[in-house]
């Protein structure tokens, strides 16, 4: 019930703006949140959102990426400026919406249940 759209090819320093449309009720999730895996390496996270609104991103991309949700939408929204070679990956989009409160942090990819098929974004140098 989610699906990701936007990704595509850009050069370093542009800009994308990745969509993921939700079937589920996305004000009823507890987390939704961004990963992203690149060739040969393991899926990691990139940020998320609560559902206070609260948000949190990787290191490697604070400062250069935005994470939004309009619940009135269903839809999860990644911002990513100033991109560099090293953000080239498959981005998914995931949400918790479980009916109780799981106790890992965002990070924890087990804590959530749904799971879309991937965008790819690839930045060129």
């Known amino acids: 019930p989610l699906e990701e759209s936007g990704g595509g090819s850009v050069q370093a320093g542009g800009s994308l703006i990745l969509s993921c449309a939700a079937t589920?009720?996305?004000?009823?999730?507890?987390?939704m949140a961004w990963f992203r895996q690149a060739p040969g390496k393991v899926r990691e996270g990139v940020a998320a959102?609560?559902?206070?609104?609260?948000?949190d991103y990787a290191d490697s991309v604070k400062g250069r990426f935005t994470i939004s949700q309009d619940n009135a939408k269903n839809t999860l929204y990644l911002r990513m400026n100033s991109l560099k070679p090293e953000d080239t990956a498959m981005y998914y989009c995931?949400?918790?919406?479980?009916?109780?409160?799981?106790?890992?942090?965002?990070?924890?990819?087990?804590?959530?249940?749904?799971w879309g098929q991937g965008t790819q974004v690839t930045v060129s140098s």
């Open positions: 959102v609560d559902r206070d609104g609260f948000t």
């Open positions: 995931a949400a918790d919406a479980h009916n109780y409160l799981y106790a890992g942090g965002w990070l924890d990819q087990a804590r959530y249940n749904y």
């Open positions: 589920i009720d996305t004000s009823r999730t507890n987390y």
